[in-house]
Nanobody, 124 residues
């Protein structure tokens, strides 16, 4: 079993930045991809960004391209999401996920373990 703990959420104003972290522990797979998803009230969980096992390949949702950057510290089993130029529509609970495969992916069913989420609120 893999445990995931997100941190770094909070309340910011539009245009500000935040950095989320996700720490993985437990029986992590030998080579695994990680991803960020988010869910706003009344909406389905949506893909935000993902990074492959080596950290060298990334995927982004169109809505965050150019503003968000995903990265990982492999030996620390930690993934980050640097969020710049935040918009009100970025308000959501952000979830970290681990996929038991090396390639990054962009849909929730492709991920096997999930964190509890961290709230991000962006105000005007």
């Amino acid at each position: 079993q893999v445990q995931l703990v997100e941190s770094g959420g909070g309340l910011v104003q539009a245009g500000d930045s935040l950095r989320l972290s996700c720490a993985a522990s437990g029986r992590t797979p030998g080579a695994y991809a990680m991803g960020w998803f988010r869910q706003a009230p009344g909406k389905e969980r949506e893909f935000v960004a993902a990074v492959n096992w080596s950290g060298r390949s990334t995927l982004y949702a169109d809505s965050v391209k150019g503003r968000f950057t995903v990265s990982r510290a492999i030996f620390a089993n930690t993934m980050y999401l640097q969020m710049n130029s935040l918009k009100i529509e970025d308000t959501a609970v952000y979830y970290c996920a681990v996929r038991q495969a090396g390639a990054a992916a962009g849909t929730p069913p492709e991920y096997d373990f999930w964190g509890q989420g961290t709230q991000v609120n962006v105000s005007s």
